[in-house]
């Protein structure tokens, strides 16, 4: 048997603290506008009591502990619930907000340091704050930041953001990238296509354009882990390497066939459908995929292992995924 111990990377932390920071600025009013044309009432009203019940997992260490006995995970990767991303701040606010997050995620963490380690955030919308909020999210012991898909106007292709991962790659800073909303906007505004759709189109599209553009060329060393399996892409890049072979406007950005690029990159298992996570595995390989589990959330799993289990994997494959494959990662050079 396996002494390596089983690792969650996606768990999420409530923080107080930034939505006190935000509230009454007129850009939330706004922003929870857009979040409620995107996801529609019915999700809404949902979503409400789905967190309130899951208040004390999401801010209590104990509780999180005592929900991580239950589970079988020794330890997890905790980051800021994408809600607090906030990329509508200006750039004063902005900095306030990821400090705070990066701060209050560390404290959090500091209750189990054995088996809680943090990740904190960066103004993904303010690309000349992003350098100096990551070191200050290292400098509070925290293992790198989350980013969702896109910030406003901005792709995560846009040269603005060269210096950002050129200095996570220097640090060996991770990138947890968890896209929060989706651009479709209203057209999945029902049955919460706002999340089932949604969440894996923003990483398909994230991916692409990390893909495609060459920053994973010029920057070969970057820790990032994609949330939700990757979204559509792994089980898709089929498609995209044909386009990389067939057109040359495809062709232009990158150096390589797209799904070359999968095994740079790491995912999380969460995916839903052992065959997926096989499929996933096969892609991106057995080194590259570690567990996930979107700790508390009801989209989520409470049964990681066991959700991994039922891909039936070769025993190596398994005790990989389950926890070696983070703790390589997670360990500090």
């Not at 619930?81 to 990066?102: F, G, I, M, T």
């Not at 925290?142 to 603005?160: C, F, K, N, T, Y």
């Not at 919460?192 to 991916?207: D, K, R, W």
């Not at 052992?274 to 567990?291: F, H, M, N, S, W």
């Amino acid at each position: 048997m396996s002494t390596t111990p089983t690792v969650d990377v996606h768990a999420h932390v409530l923080l107080p603290q930034v939505e006190a920071a935000v509230a009454g600025h007129p850009g939330l009013a706004e922003a929870r506008a857009l979040d409620a044309r995107r996801n529609g009432p019915e999700a809404l009203a949902v979503n409400g009591p789905m967190v309130r019940d899951r208040i004390p997992r999401l801010t209590d260490a104990t509780a999180r502990l005592a929900a991580m006995d239950a589970a079988g995970v020794d330890i997890q990767l905790v980051s800021p619930s994408p809600s607090h991303y906030h990329y509508w701040a200006d750039e004063q606010l902005a900095e306030k907000v990821c400090r705070l997050a990066n701060e209050a995620t560390a404290a959090h963490c500091s209750a189990a340091p054995d088996r809680l380690h943090g990740l904190g955030l960066v103004p993904l919308q303010h690309p000349t704050l992003a350098v100096d909020v990551l070191q200050h999210a290292l400098s509070q012991g925290l293992l790198g930041v989350e980013i969702s898909s896109h910030a406003p106007g901005r792709e995560l292709s846009d040269p603005a953001y060269e210096p950002f991962w050129s200095h996570a790659e220097e640090t060996g800073a991770l990138l947890f990238l968890h896209p929060f909303g989706c651009t479709l906007d209203a057209r999945l505004d029902r049955w919460y296509l706002s999340n089932t759709v949604g969440q894996p189109t923003e990483n398909a599209v994230a991916l692409s354009h990390l893909i495609f553009s060459g920053v994973l060329d010029r920057h070969p060393g970057l820790k990032i882990i994609a949330a939700h399996g990757g979204g559509y892409l792994p089980t898709h890049i089929g498609r995209s390497d044909h386009a990389w072979r067939a057109r040359p406007d495809a062709r232009r950005g990158c150096a390589r066939e797209p799904s070359s690029y999968l095994r740079q990159l790491h995912f999380d298992s969460l995916v839903h459908d052992p065959y997926v996570l096989r499929e996933l595995i096969r892609v991106a390989g057995p080194g590259r995929v570690l567990l996930g589990s979107d700790f508390p959330f009801d989209m989520g799993t409470e049964d990681p292992l066991g959700a991994l289990r039922a891909a039936r994997l070769p025993d190596a494959d398994f005790h990989a995924v389950r926890g070696g494959n983070a703790i390589a990662l997670l360990r500090k050079d």
